[in-house]
């Protein structure tokens, strides 16, 4: 079994030609401190850039003008003295030496132009270049050989740990000559937008088994990732073609300060422990990222990304950028190594572990719905799994269905069949409807009528305010739903759990009110905000992309509620605000539950996220049920035993105190002492 390293580095080095004496102040001794320093155990290092330029004696490619030593054979040698692993970064999908020598050897569109990201061919050569701006590369015909050709010089120079190659991504397709002629032997219907999709995943398929096979014939132990099949919800469809399938491990690349915030990685992680093999957590120590030189976060926000990546059972990464000239920056890992240091102390905690729950998250794939019910359940902390059609269901207490239409008539008959064995179901908005939206494939207790008549409505639950379990904390004046919801018609037998008030008409140019949306009508429309039937909840709105686009407290406590309706005994539960994160992982070698709670808030500063201030929160009221007997509890990593109690089912401890990260550790009966 291959065994993730736990506290990496990713050292890029893309380099332009116009920077003289490459490499030239690379010191081994420098770059090991620098590793030491940083408590780093395993890193990244660059064969080949984006400018596509190689960092070694190659005979296939083309070594950097300004190189004169062979900086990656160095580098190895340096790791491998002081045990850190040391995979070999190889760039696909952007090359900009390739793609001036051989532009036939780019991704072209059905018109025959090269496909390219933020680049203009056109553009003077004065003019400022935007960040991230390269043409796609297209691994097939001659820069496939190329490819093929390095990787077999790289496994025969040197002692490889491993392959990490960028820019694997499924889309853009190509239209190149050699993919026109593929899909030509193939008969691909080249109009067939979902035929050259799957040509495509076919095609990098291909390469992905080639350079597998070649790097495991020489090193059968080296980890192998490619980079982009892990991404989620673009045109890609990754999870649908199993692009992960080649990779050794899953790395998780997320940005938090600048690509989509602190959230996004947690569902990432749900979603690919279902592959059964390690994960990475991949963030940066620059403020904004990649590619910024002298950009900095503060150690203690390093300190919380790492703690947040072992807290889902990742091992923990940061990306750096050599500087041209090979010396290391110390001050970055002065930085790392404050929170590696930490993660030293909690990764046997964490590391390895999966999140272990009983509520389930049915991916819709559509990520306004799925990250939006992410969101509300880790702010309300809510520890979740993620499941789908291949998976035993069972485990499950609820499952959640996040909005979107999502279901086949197969996978309706199995969502059924586990209600009508106990199941529970919370459903939001059309995920019920069939992929027409003609009527509902689950039971939700109403007959499907229509979509909705306007542009907005307003939700109205009875007794809000006053005790009713759906209107804690809610209020009881109609409120605003940015996006109007799906009409149905109530079964008898089902109880209406709140109502809807349409507003008077939409809001165009023929007719308007005010500045924003138009008031509510003020009767109850035919059709319900909520309903229930047995263990069936169904919210008509879609609460989840109501809120990942504008984040409204009202609907995060409506969906809270609703859950709660039916979650009535989750297996592990707190009372923070909702910056804090709660999770759960299950180590069943060392017979123990770990819980991890996280605070911190995310701060705006202009365009970027940033963990800056870290108040304490004293007291932490902490519950889990387990189906062993709990022996002990104790926090990780002073080891301090907690007094336990025992009600309702589950078993009670106090958190002294949560500021950034805390850990805590249940034994159960047979576990390790």
């Known amino acids: 079994m291959i065994i993730e390293r736990s506290r990496q580095i990713h050292l890029d080095f893309h380099t332009s030609e116009l920077i003289p004496d490459v490499g030239s102040r690379f010191d081994k001794r420098q770059f090991q401190d620098a590793l030491k320093l940083g408590r780093v155990n395993l890193i990244n290092l660059f064969a080949k850039c984006h400018h596509g330029w190689s960092y070694y004696p190659t005979a296939a490619g083309s070594v950097h003008p300004t190189l004169s030593l062979d900086l990656l054979g160095e580098q190895i040698e340096a790791c491998h003295e002081i045990g850190v692993k040391a995979p070999i970064y190889y760039t696909v999908g952007w090359s900009v030496h390739d793609a001036a020598e051989h532009p036939e050897w780019c991704i072209h569109d059905r018109e025959g132009a090269i496909v390219a990201l933020n680049w203009d061919a056109a553009a003077p050569s004065d003019a400022p270049r935007p960040y991230t701006s390269w043409q796609f590369m297209c691994p097939s015909g001659g820069y496939l050989a190329l490819m093929l050709a390095q990787t077999e010089e790289l496994c025969a120079q040197y002692e490889v740990d491993g392959l990490w190659y960028d820019i694997c991504n499924l889309a853009p397709v190509c239209f190149c000559e050699t993919c026109r002629g593929g899909m030509g032997a193939e008969g691909v219907d080249l109009d067939d937008d979902a035929a050259v999709l799957a040509y495509s995943a076919r095609k990098w398929k291909h390469f992905q088994a080639e350079t597998t096979r070649i790097v495991h014939a020489r090193h059968p132990d080296a980890t192998l990732y490619y980079n982009g099949t892990t991404t989620l919800y673009d045109a890609r469809r990754n999870l649908e073609y199993g692009m992960h399938a080649f990779n050794t491990k899953q790395d998780l690349e997320d940005l938090p300060t600048t690509w989509g915030g602190y959230d996004k990685f947690p569902l990432r992680a749900r979603i690919f422990h279902n592959t059964g093999k390690p994960l990475v957590g991949m963030s940066g120590k620059f403020h904004t990222s990649w590619g910024e030189f002298g950009g900095f976060k503060y150690g203690d926000a390093l300190t919380y990304e790492a703690a947040s990546m072992a807290a889902s059972g990742a091992s923990c990464n940061f990306g750096d950028q050599l500087h041209p000239l090979g010396e290391m920056d110390l001050e970055t890992y002065r930085l790392v190594g404050e929170a590696f240091a930490y993660v030293e102390q909690i990764e046997e905690y964490g590391v390895g572990a999966r999140p272990v729950s009983n509520l389930g998250l049915w991916l819709s794939g559509e990520q306004p719905d799925d990250e939006g019910v992410c969101r509300m359940l880790l702010e309300t902390q809510q520890e979740f799994v993620v499941v789908g059609p291949e998976d035993?269901?069972?485990?499950?207490?609820?499952?959640?269905?996040?909005?979107?239409?999502?279901?086949?008539?197969?996978?309706?008959?199995?969502?059924?069949?586990?209600?009508?064995?106990?199941?529970?179901?919370?459903?939001?908005?059309?995920?019920?409807?069939?992929?027409?939206?003609?009527?509902f494939l689950l039971d939700v207790g109403a007959v499907y009528v229509g979509p909705a008549r306007t542009d907005v409505d307003f939700t109205v639950v009875r007794d809000a305010g006053n005790g009713s379990a759906l209107g804690r904390g809610l209020v009881s004046s109609p409120f605003l739903n940015y996006e109007a919801c799906l009409r149905c018609e109530p079964e008898d037998g089902t109880e209406a759990l709140a109502a809807v008030r349409e507003a008077y008409f939409s809001r165009t140019y023929g007719a308007f009110c005010s500045h924003r949306n138009t008031p509510p009508r003020p009767d109850d429309a035919a059709h319900?905000?909520?309903?229930?039937?047995?263990?069936?909840?169904?919210?008509?709105?879609?609460?989840?992309?109501?809120?990942?686009?504008?984040?409204?407290?009202?609907?995060?406590?409506?969906?809270?509620?609703?859950?709660?309706?039916?979650?009535?005994?989750?297996?592990?539960?707190?009372?923070?605000?909702?910056?804090?994160?709660?999770?759960?992982?299950?180590?069943?070698?060392?017979?123990?539950?770990?819980?991890?709670?996280?605070?911190?808030?995310?701060?705006?500063?202009?365009?970027?996220l940033v963990i800056e201030d870290m108040p304490p929160l004293f007291?932490?009221?902490?519950?889990?049920?387990?189906?062993e007997e709990?022996?002990?509890?104790?926090?990780?990593?002073?080891?301090?035993?907690?007094?336990?109690?025992?009600?309702?089912?589950?078993?009670?401890?106090?958190?002294?105190?949560?500021?950034?990260?805390?850990?805590?550790?249940?034994?159960?009966?047979?576990?390790?002492?």
Do not use: W
């Open 392 to 439: 035993d269901l069972s485990g499950c207490a609820v499952i959640i269905l996040p909005g979107a239409r999502c279901l086949s008539e197969a996978q309706a008959a199995k969502l059924t069949a586990y209600v009508r064995s106990g199941g529970r179901l919370l459903v939001l908005g059309e995920s019920a409807l069939d992929a027409a939206g003609d009527r």
């Open 528 to 608: 319900p905000a909520a309903l229930r039937k047995g263990n069936v909840v169904f919210l008509a709105h879609r609460l989840g992309r109501l809120y990942f686009q504008l984040g409204a407290r009202v609907h995060r406590v409506l969906f809270a509620n609703a859950l709660a309706l039916l979650h009535t005994a989750p297996m592990v539960a707190t009372e923070m605000p909702s910056a804090g994160r709660l999770s759960l992982l299950h180590q069943p070698d060392h017979g123990r539950y770990v819980a991890h709670l996280l605070y911190a808030p995310a701060l705006e500063r202009g365009e970027c």
């Open 619 to 627: 007291d932490v009221p902490l519950r889990i049920r387990v189906p």
């Open 630 to 673: 709990i022996q002990r509890a104790f926090l990780v990593p002073s080891g301090e035993e907690l007094e336990l109690s025992r009600a309702d089912g589950a078993v009670h401890v106090s958190v002294p105190k949560v500021q950034r990260h805390q850990a805590v550790a249940f034994e159960v009966e047979g576990g390790a002492r």
